[in-house]
């Protein structure tokens, strides 16, 4: 039987208010998500809040050893006062220090020696936020299923992927400019 008043919330993390769903789907991680990752916030601005709803998925990837542990802390920073404000911490310090994350050719090197607690810890010094609490939240996975599930739902096998309007674009890149993202939540 599901709880029906949990002791915390996931805030979705979503922004702006637009009739224009522009979802993308992201792997901590992903050299190709970081990038996308830090065009979503010109697009939004750019596209207008008013025009625009910008949605971020999670999208775990077993071939990215801490992956799930980073996926979760994320969600995890998600419940926090901040928020989805909070979750976008985490991906932005992990995005500027991938290094810190993923080892080389995502399977040697020091970060081997890394366990799960080493990892957030990284996630915390790199985020500004203390999430050991958040992260061990009973029921958390939920949340984490909740996105793979979606994910899976819509045909979702790679980071980064991108749904206008719950369309998958396999067309679009994180490589293209803004402006072409832009142009694409323009059209009608």
Known sequence: MAEKNPAWRAEPLTWGQGPRVFEAFLEPTCPFSAKAFGKLDETLQSAGADNVTLKIWLHSQPWHLFSGVITRCALAASTLPEGKDAARKVLAGVAAHR?????????????????PNDII????????????????????????????????????????????????????????????????????
């Open 99 to 115: 290094d810190k994350f993923e080892p080389a050719d995502h399977c040697s090197g020091p970060l081997l020696a890394l366990s």
């Open 121 to 188: 810890a990284r996630v915390e010094e790199h985020s500004g936020l203390k999430l050991a609490e958040a992260y061990a939240l009973p029921k958390l996975d939920q949340e984490v299923k909740r996105h793979t599930k979606y994910a899976r739902q819509n045909g979702i096998h790679v980071s980064p992927t991108f749904m206008i309007d719950g369309l998958v674009q396999s067309d679009m890149s994180s490589g293209d400019a803004v402006s072409a993202w832009v142009s694409r939540l323009s059209a009608r």
